[in-house]
């Protein structure tokens, strides 16, 4: 993710890369979603984010887990995310749209409840999110470690079908693993484990999705 100090010339690359993106996205239906990892190899999770709201992540093995279409993911830590959506975008005629045809734009903690984010601008980019808090207001510190981009990945038909139903302003709760993928065709693609990281390349996370929730209102885990 960026914030509103990512110089200009950066900005207008990503807008080119946005709108020729745009248009790439709409060539093709989606791709067949074939994955199904077997869960009896995996590590527990935990069962909701931090008392604090962040998410909860810990390290796990580094298991290998085979995706679909010739791709292969490494976990790097469980997670478990809870937050309001605030962007969305589908992909379907990218690398890696056969295994995470969504990506979730997600705020969390002080940010989460329905009115925390009242006059932001929201914007999805090709595989990131662009947002800009209105002047003059008083924000939470760190206020901006608490939006982010993910890109999911989900491990069964049953999950992706749940994914691709949510839309802005859903409050969710996300289960799973941060990944590093590799594929034929791409360099390994690794999912960020920090929340302090936000930059246009390397700062999103990417989750291999193995449960999610739509919560019928924000619930605080205090």
Same mark, same amino acid.
């Given at each position: 993710m960026f914030d509103d100090g990512t110089k200009i010339g950066v900005f207008a690359i990503v807008m080119a890369a946005w709108v020729f993106g745009l248009s790439a996205d709409k *060539?093709?239906?989606?791709?067949?979603?074939?994955?199904?990892?077997?869960?009896?190899? *995996?590590?527990?999770?935990?069962?909701?984010?931090?008392?604090?709201?962040?998410?909860?992540?810990?390290?796990?093995?580094?298991?290998?887990?085979?995706?679909?279409?010739?791709?292969?993911?490494?976990? *790097?830590?469980?997670?478990? *995310?809870e937050g309001r959506v605030v962007t969305r975008r589908e992909y379907r005629n990218d690398l890696t749209s056969p295994i995470s045809p969504l990506d979730l734009g997600i705020v969390w903690g002080d940010l989460a409840p329905s009115d925390a984010t009242n006059g932001f601008e929201f914007r999805t980019m090709h595989r990131a999110i662009w947002f800009n808090p209105p002047k003059g207001v008083d924000l939470p510190r760190q206020w901006d470690d608490q939006i982010t981009n993910n890109h999911l990945i989900p491990a069964t038909p049953a999950v992706n079908d749940v994914l691709m139903a949510i839309g802005i302003g859903s409050h969710v709760r996300i289960r799973g693993y941060l990944v590093s993928v590799t594929g034929d065709q791409i360099r390994p693609w690794r999912s960020s484990t920090r929340r302090d990281d936000g930059s246009l390349v390397g700062g999103c996370e990417i989750i291999l999705v193995t449960s999610v929730e739509v919560l019928t209102k924000y619930e605080t885990t205090t």
């Open positions: *060539l093709e239906p989606p791709a067949d979603l074939a994955t199904a990892v077997d869960h009896s190899q *995996l590590p527990p999770l935990p069962l909701k984010a931090a008392p604090d709201g962040s998410p909860a992540q810990a390290r796990v093995p580094g298991i290998q887990v085979a995706l679909s279409h010739g791709f292969g993911a490494k976990l *790097l830590a469980s997670y478990v *995310l």
